[in-house]
């Protein structure tokens, strides 16, 4: 698998896939942790949170109740797979929509929804869009309803967040769709593909996602002890190093929110644009924060002593030192999921580009212990000193 993604990236050229993540607290908007949170990536079918948001603010408006039925075109039926299989002409139910891309994630029933909403899938798109940009998802473009690739439809880490988030705030009455984990029609029974509703307790949604110029992508959403987190992934390698690390991801946000919020600056109260009405990062770097949740240890997530990192390979080609750094990530979540995945283009001697595959910003312990990790499963690895220069920052993590 990891070959055909390789393959897949470099076909999408210049807007390769990479790795990213983002937790964040669904009440407050806090963000715990972030890698590559604002690149832009395929969405992939994380596409039918926004299609999905669109119907139920179909329902709540009262333009669609659950029982209205979808007329089914000949482009409908032509999308390719994951289909519910409909025939053209026929009619299928509000409901059955919902559950259909909640669990088969259906592409042509996707296309259904968008050409009895807006006429046309190309005009449902617009919507879409228009509906990110209120929403405060400014680096997200839609292009389908669906996910299906399209150079120009991409999104980020932050925008996925922040779009799960305004389901769960908006449609508290319709999220519980996202906890089906398996749906009935015509005599088939499709489940759910997002297998963390059944293995991490608190699992209630939200969506998966997999082109091969994306990776396998996830959003979930758990819910414990009163508290919300909301995690992100773009990038996986397959679906169980994904779910792996989204399981990972959460513990890190429930232990975020269990060691108690940082304070925030009062700008969290003054009004503004969408995307402002999330709580402001913490008044530490973020990445110390993430690193102390993790490991509980405040001295180990001192700034000063997150000048370390690993590289992990050297490539001719850019693409193929990212998944290398992407894959040593999910091989050694425990050392490095918390650093920042760096790709060095540096010239030897003949002049040639080569490409450093590098996790920047973790411990000197976590270096060599990650290192420990990646050579018994014969990855290659070698512990960097990084100069005292090297400052941890938002975007670097």
């Known amino acids: 698998m990891a070959v055909a993604v390789v393959a897949a990236l470099g076909a999408a050229h210049p807007a390769e896939a990479k790795y990213a993540s983002l937790v964040m607290d669904a ?21 039918k949170m926004m299609t999905l948001y669109l119907v139920f603010e179909a329902l709540k408006t009262e333009l669609w109740k659950m029982d209205t039925l979808l007329r089914i075109s000949a482009r409908a039926v032509q999308q390719p797979s994951s289909r519910l299989g409909l025939n053209r002409g026929d009619r299928i139910r509000v409901k059955d929509a919902i559950l259909a ?3 088969k994630s259906a592409n042509d029933v996707a296309t259904v929804v968008a050409e009895n909403m807006s006429g046309s899938e190309t005009a449902f798109a617009l919507k879409m869009t228009a509906r990110a940009r209120e929403l405060g998802m400014s680096q997200t473009t839609f292009r389908n309803a669906s996910g299906l690739p399209h150079r120009a439809q991409m999104s980020t880490a932050r925008d996925m967040g922040v779009l799960a988030r305004a389901l769960i705030r908006d449609f508290p009455a319709y999220y519980r769709f996202f906890a089906t984990t398996e749906f009935r029609y015509d005599g088939v029974t499709h489940a ?4 963390l509703l059944n293995t991490y307790e608190g699992v209630d949604g939200i969506k998966t996602g997999y082109i091969n110029a994306s990776g396998f992508n996830l959003v979930a959403s758990a819910h414990r002890d009163g508290h919300r987190v909301i995690a992100v992934i773009f990038g996986g390698n397959s679906p169980n190093s994904r779910n792996a690390l989204m399981t990972r991801l959460l513990n890190l946000g ?3 929110i269990e060691n108690g919020p940082v304070v925030a600056s009062t700008a969290a109260d003054k009004p503004g644009p969408a995307r402002a009405q999330a709580a402001p990062p913490p008044a530490e770097p973020p990445q110390a924060v993430a690193a102390r949740d993790a490991t509980r240890s405040d001295a180990a997530a001192s700034p000063r002593n997150l000048r370390w990192g690993v ?16 894959q040593a990530i999910e091989t050694a979540p425990e050392q490095l999921s918390l650093g920042a995945l760096k790709v060095a283009p540096l010239k030897n001697k003949n002049g040639k580009v080569l490409h450093h595959a590098r996790i920047e910003g973790i411990t000197k312990q976590q270096a060599y212990d990650a290192c420990k990790s990646l050579k018994r499963r014969k990855m290659g690895c070698l512990e960097m000193k990084l100069p005292d220069s090297y400052r941890v920052a938002a975007n670097d993590f």
């Open 192 to 195: 759910n593909h997002n297998k």
């Open 27 to 47: 009440d407050s908007g806090r963000v715990f942790h972030e890698i590559n949170a604002d690149t832009r990536n395929y969405p992939a079918s994380l596409t």
């Open 101 to 103: 891309l909640v669990t």
């Open 254 to 256: 429930f232990k975020a």
């Open 311 to 326: 590289q992990v390979g050297v490539f001719s080609r850019h693409v193929q030192a990212l998944e290398a750094a992407r």
